[in-house]
């Protein structure tokens, strides 16, 4: 079992910035693929970023990438989400999960671990 939990969120204004957290515990960290996902009112949760293990490689949607950034540090268990230049748009609830190391890419039904999620508003 692996638990995350999210943090970060909160109301900010078109343009801005906000880093999302998420901060794991239970099985070794460093042996899953991290992604992160968001769900906006009326709409089906969807992919924003993953990031490999090893931190070796990251994919993005078309919709976030150049603004998104997603990190991780094996040494605190945690995973960033970095959101520039954030638009109304982006305002969701995001979730991090995560999958299997074998496993990376942007499919929500290979993640196996989900955190509650944190909302994030962006005010035009």
């Known amino acids: 079992q692996v638990q995350l939990v999210e943090s970060g969120g909160g109301l900010v204004q078109a343009g801005g910035s906000l880093r999302l957290s998420c901060a794991a515990s239970g099985r070794t960290f460093s042996g899953y693929t991290m992604g992160w996902f968001r769900q906006a009112p009326g709409k089906e949760r969807e992919f924003v970023a993953f990031?490999?293990?090893?931190?070796?490689?990251?994919d993005y949607a078309d919709s976030v990438k150049g603004r998104f950034i997603i990190f991780r540090d094996n040494a605190k268990n945690t995973v960033y989400l970095q959101m520039n230049s954030l638009n109304s748009e982006d305002t969701a609830v995001y979730y991090c999960?995560?999958?299997?190391?074998?496993?990376?890419?942007?499919?929500?039904?290979?993640?196996?671990?989900w955190g509650q999620g944190t909302p994030v508003t962006v005010s035009s």
């Open positions: 990031i490999s293990s090893n931190g070796g490689r990251t």
């Open positions: 999960a995560a999958a299997p190391s074998y496993y990376s890419g942007r499919s929500k039904n290979q993640y196996d671990y």
